[in-house]
């Protein structure tokens, strides 16, 4: 094999990998399921809302829940969008981020990695957010600097 083949197959081959790396195609047709159990220590409910889609379909509701020793979790319920690569939960300080740029300017708050594209989770809000600043919950592509969806905090009845 002359050397300028073996090149190319090399270069191939890295080409491949790395999309492979970056766009992760086998995610479009595997889900991720998760079927976390609702904290049993919920005291209240916090603030709730509804998903809308964005860039993906996307459906299921979140729920922030004030546990008995005051700490807060947000609930993921009846989730559903398309998996992709880096997804991550963040809380918004405004619910029409769609991009990158306006996602910095206006400020979020990683709740880290989304566990599932399919189901009931859980993510700790670390102590001291202010909800009542950070109003929205996305699903948020960071790879790629895209909004699957958002959803609106309301304020609950606290039950």
Same mark, same amino acid.
């Given at each position: 094999?002359?050397?300028?083949?073996?090149?190319?197959?090399?270069?191939?081959?890295?080409?491949?990998?790395?999309?492979?790396?970056?766009?992760?195609?086998?995610?479009?047709?595997?889900?991720?399921?998760?079927?976390?159990?609702?904290?049993?220590?919920?005291?209240?409910?916090?603030?709730?809302?509804?998903?809308?889609?964005?860039?993906?379909?996307?459906?299921?509701?979140?729920?922030?829940?004030?546990?008995?020793?005051?700490?807060?979790?947000?609930?993921?319920? $009846?989730?559903?969008?398309?998996? /992709?690569? =880096? !997804?991550?939960? @963040?809380?918004? %300080? #405004?619910?029409?981020?769609?991009?990158?740029?306006?996602?910095?300017?206006?400020?979020?708050?990683?709740?880290?990695?989304?566990?599932?594209?399919?189901?009931?989770? $859980?993510?700790?809000?670390?102590? /001291?957010? =202010? !909800?009542?600043? @950070?109003?929205? %919950? #996305?699903?948020?592509?960071?790879?790629?600097?895209?909004?699957?969806?958002?959803?609106?905090?309301?304020?609950?009845?606290?039950?």
């Amino acid at each position: 094999m002359s050397s300028r083949r073996r090149i190319l197959l090399f270069a191939g081959t890295l080409l491949l990998v790395a999309g492979w790396y970056f766009f992760r195609p086998e995610r479009a047709v595997l889900d991720r399921e998760v079927a976390e159990a609702a904290p049993t220590d919920a005291a209240s409910k916090v603030a709730q809302g509804d998903f809308e889609s964005r860039a993906h379909d996307t459906r299921g509701s979140v729920r922030v829940l004030e546990l008995a020793d005051g700490s807060r979790v947000l609930r993921l319920e $009846n989730f559903e969008t398309s998996d /992709g690569p =880096d !997804l991550q939960v @963040y809380l918004l %300080v #405004s619910p029409d981020v769609s991009n990158g740029a306006q996602l910095n300017e206006a400020g979020f708050v990683s709740l880290g990695p989304l566990k599932g594209n399919i189901g009931e989770q $859980n993510y700790v809000i670390p102590g /001291g957010v =202010d !909800l009542t600043r @950070y109003r929205a %919950v #996305s699903i948020w592509c960071r790879r790629f600097g895209v909004n699957f969806a958002t959803a609106r905090l309301l304020p609950s009845d606290r039950t």
